[in-house]
């Protein structure tokens, strides 16, 4: 039996938003309480666990599974935080800019898929993806495009985005 769009859509959600929580463990663990944006990466992090704690909840309402690669999500997202928080503030920033910049497009998708088939999961995702968007402007106006290599790092970090996003969807 061919499992539903919808059923996809809320494992990779699901995935994104903790992976998301992931990176930001890493960065504040390199970073400390007291870092330039530590408190800004904490209320992200905090943000982010409330969108994972409501896709949570709606995998287990709907049944549907989460993604078998939450292990590696763990640990890259952890690792990917990590590495670009000891770059520097400004990297751990582009990190940000450059997820929720794929993060916006894929929750735009969605809801030109969803249209109006599931207004629940719709207003969900309508209203994470304008948090993502503060997530990245709050990046930006930190330094975000002043991180070494800025291209080149928000580049590989959005490919791997993409990459963890299919994925997702389909493990």
């Not at 078998?68 to 920033?93: N, Y």
């Not at 030109?112 to 948090?131: M, Y």
């Amino acid at each position: 039996m061919a499992e539903s769009a919808t059923a996809r859509m809320l494992r990779v959600d699901q995935a994104g938003e903790y992976g998301a929580i992931r990176i930001y463990a890493g960065q504040l663990a390199v970073m400390g309480n007291r870092a330039p944006h530590a408190a800004e990466i904490a209320a992200m992090a905090a943000q982010e666990a409330e969108h994972r704690a409501r896709f949570d909840a709606l995998l287990a309402e709907r049944g549907v599974r989460p993604t078998a690669l939450q292990p590696l999500w763990s640990i890259a997202g952890f690792a990917l935080g990590a590495a670009t928080a000891l770059i520097g503030p400004e990297a751990a920033m582009a990190c940000t800019a450059a997820i929720e910049t794929e993060i916006d497009q894929h929750y735009t998708e969605q809801l030109e898929q969803l249209g109006d088939s599931d207004p629940e999961l719709a207003a969900i995702v309508h209203k994470f993806r304008d948090d993502e968007r503060e997530h990245h402007d709050a990046a930006i106006a930190a330094g975000a495009e002043r991180a070494p290599a800025y291209p080149l790092l928000s580049g590989a970090i959005r490919l791997g985005c993409r990459l963890a996003i299919r994925l997702s969807e389909r493990i």
